[in-house]
C-alpha cells in the first residue's frame, strides 16, 4: 500500500509533463516530415524549414512579432520601472489606488482590452498600423512590469537611498548605483514577463492592426485551418529559440556566481 501511495505521485508527475510536452515534441517532429502529412512519417526533409525562411510573409511576421516585442519590453521596462518607484515613494493611499487601477488589465479579459483599443484608435480616427499595435503592446507590458517590481521595492531598507544622499550623490546617482542594483531581480523578471506577453500575444494584436502587418500570432491562426508543415518548421523554430534563451538566462548566473566562488576560495586560500 505504501509502495502505491509513493508511486502515484510520479505516475501523476509522467502524465503532467507528457500532457504538456508531447504535443510540441509531436510538432517538432513533424516539422522534419518530408510530406505534408501529420500522420505519417514518409521521411526526413528540411524543405519546410527551407520554404519558411523564403516566405516572405512568415520572415514580416517573425519581423514584426520579435521588433515590437522588443521595443514594447523596453519602453515598459522603463515606464514600469520610473512608476514603481515612484508609488513606493508615494502615500499609502495614492499608492494603493494606482496599484488597484495597475490590477485592472491583468484582471479584465484581452478581448476587453483589444475591444477597447480598437474602439479608442477609432474614435480618434488614428488609422491601425505598426505604431497603434506597438502602442498597444506597451499598455498592455506596463502593468506586468510594475507588478513584478513592486514586492522588490517593499523588501527595500527605504533608509539606503537616504543615506546615499547624505553622503554626496545626487537623486540620480542615488536612483541608479543603490536603488537599481537592489531591484534588479525584479526589473529583470518584469522585463521576461513583458516581451512574452507580447511576443505571444493574438486577441490585443488582432483588433489594433493594419492591413499587412501581421505577427506570429496571427499568421499561425490565418494558416491553421489548412495543412501547413511551415507552421510547424516556426513552431520548432520559436521552441529552440527560447530554450536557448532559457539554458543562458539560467546558466550564465551560475557560472558566474560559482567563477565568485572559486576566486573567493583562491583568495582566502593565499591570505
Not at 531581480?185 to 488582432?206: C, E, K, N, R
Not at 489594433?208 to 523554430?237: D, M
Amino acid at each position: 500500500m505504501k509502495k502505491l501511495k509513493s508511486l502515484f505521485p510520479k505516475v501523476y508527475l509522467w502524465i503532467i509533463l507528457l500532457f504538456f510536452y508531447l504535443p510540441i515534441i509531436y510538432v517538432i517532429f513533424f516539422s522534419f516530415n518530408d510530406s505534408k502529412s501529420l500522420t505519417k512519417f514518409t521521411g526526413f526533409s528540411l524543405q519546410w524549414y527551407e520554404r519558411m525562411f523564403n516566405d516572405r510573409t512568415i520572415m514580416e511576421a517573425i519581423y514584426y512579432t520579435i521588433i515590437i516585442a522588443i521595443i514594447a519590453t523596453i519602453v515598459s521596462t522603463i515606464i514600469g520601472t520610473v512608476t514603481a518607484i515612484g508609488l513606493s515613494k508615494s502615500n499609502k493611499i495614492l499608492s494603493e489606488v494606482v496599484i488597484q487601477v495597475n490590477n485592472l488589465p491583468m484582471l479584465n479579459p484581452e478581448i476587453v482590452t483589444a475591444i477597447s483599443l480598437m474602439l479608442f484608435y477609432t474614435s480618434l480616427r488614428i488609422k491601425t498600423g505598426f505604431m497603434t499595435m506597438l502602442f498597444a503592446h506597451i499598455a498592455f507590458c506596463i502593468p506586468y512590469v510594475i507588478l513584478s517590481i513592486m514586492p522588490k521595492l517593499r523588501e527595500l531598507d527605504s533608509d539606503l537611498a537616504e543615506a546615499a544622499l547624505d553622503l554626496g550623490c545626487t537623486p540620480i546617482q542615488a536612483l541608479w548605483k543603490v536603488i537599481i542594483p537592489q531591484i534588479k531581480p525584479g526589473i529583470i523578471s518584469g522585463a521576461l514577463i513583458a516581451f512574452t506577453m507580447s511576443f505571444d500575444d493574438f486577441v490585443i494584436s488582432l483588433f489594433t492592426t493594419g492591413p499587412g502587418i501581421n505577427n506570429i500570432s496571427i499568421y499561425v491562426y490565418a494558416n491553421v485551418k489548412r495543412i501547413n508543415p511551415t507552421i510547424n518548421a516556426l513552431s520548432s523554430l520559436i521552441v529552440l529559440i527560447v530554450t536557448v534563451v532559457l539554458i543562458i538566462i539560467n546558466v550564465v548566473p551560475m557560472l558566474k556566481n560559482r567563477r565568485k566562488e572559486n576566486e573567493e576560495i583562491i583568495e582566502s586560500s593565499i591570505v
